[in-house]
């Protein structure tokens, strides 16, 4: 595997965007449902993060439901010309915070406006369509009605850009058919490379990839082998994980989430780190489980 030299920056379409970004599905309560346990907290670390140079925010009204758009909205707005705001569609929860598929046109219009109202905005920056074939990853079926219809709404001036989430290479394929495609964000992370030969060829197509759960998500990522590069470079494992993605391939945007302006500061450090070839052979073997 080869480590191109880094750039701080990558184009989602016209649109430049640092690559360490900020997810905001942490800031909803527990499960992702409800309210957080401190708003005020909340607002702190969207307004810590955007002061800290980060202008590559990932939301979607189904967090909360609606509570992370809200959230965003009142610590942020007006916004500031530069900042993006990435969304997603294709979901709603259901009042026992379960995960459930709506891609139906009127689910999907619905979405794209409940996203414009609770962020303030007349224009989606980029939309991505999460496919919901299966939710414990992704699984192949068409996706060619629901995109036709996000693409529809795009026309229509109320998105900028789409992306895909949750989705496999022969449903990409599909969806460039349809129309561009600017950014993929699937399951990535050190031990979790399902993806690799993919996060190539999009990197070809210049296409952006942005791994969900590049800590491990609910279940962080653990080896001795991480900690033991960590406290060679003076640093924390999860920012030798995510040293390791910005280093992985030019086109990988980063986007952990966290409710704590300490773990903001610790995540947003990472791209200080610069890991050798000898650091990334070792890290490499967590793949295979040793």
């Known amino acids: ?20 970004g900020y997810g905001a599905m942490q800031l909803a309560g527990p499960g992702v449902f409800g309210p957080p346990k401190d708003h005020q907290a909340a607002i702190a670390v969207l307004q810590h993060a955007v002061a800290s140079g980060v202008n590559h925010i990932d939301t979607s009204d189904f967090y909360g439901p609606h509570i992370t758009n809200q959230l965003i909205r009142e610590a942020l707005s007006p916004y500031h010309d530069d900042l993006v705001i990435v969304t997603k569609i294709g979901a709603v929860r259901g009042n026992d915070a379960s995960w459930n598929p709506a891609i139906s046109r009127e689910a999907l219009t619905q979405a794209v406006h409940d996203n414009l109202r609770n962020l303030g905005l007349d224009v989606l920056d980029v939309v991505n369509f999460r496919c919901m ?3 414990h990853g992704p699984a192949e079926g068409s996706i060619e009605a629901p995109l036709t219809v996000l693409a529809e709404l795009q026309q229509q001036g109320l998105v900028s850009h789409i992306g895909l989430s949750n989705v496999t290479p022969a449903q990409i394929a599909e969806g460039r058919r349809i129309c561009d495609i600017v950014c993929v964000q699937n399951h990535y992370n050190l031990a979790h490379r399902e993806d ?10 210049n296409i952006a990839y942005v791994p969900f759960f590049p ?10 082998t ?15 994980a995510l040293a390791w993605l910005l280093q992985r391939s030019p086109n990988i945007l980063l986007i952990p989430g966290t409710s704590s302006i300490a773990h903001l500061q610790e995540n947003l450090a990472a791209d200080q780190l610069v ?3 000898e650091a990334i052979r070792e890290l490499d073997r967590m793949a295979d489980g040793r």
């Open 275 to 277: 890991l050798s070839e």
């Open 226 to 240: 991480l900690s033991e590069v960590a406290a060679r470079l003076n640093a924390t494992p999860m920012q030798v």
């Open 133 to 135: 074939v299966s939710p």
């Open 215 to 224: 800590l491990g998500g609910f279940t962080p990522l653990q080896s001795a």
């Open 196 to 205: 690799d030969t993919l996060i190539d060829d999009l990197a070809r197509a």
């Open 1 to 20: 595997m080869t480590f191109p030299e880094q750039s701080n920056t990558y184009s989602l379409g016209e649109l430049t965007v640092n690559r360490l």
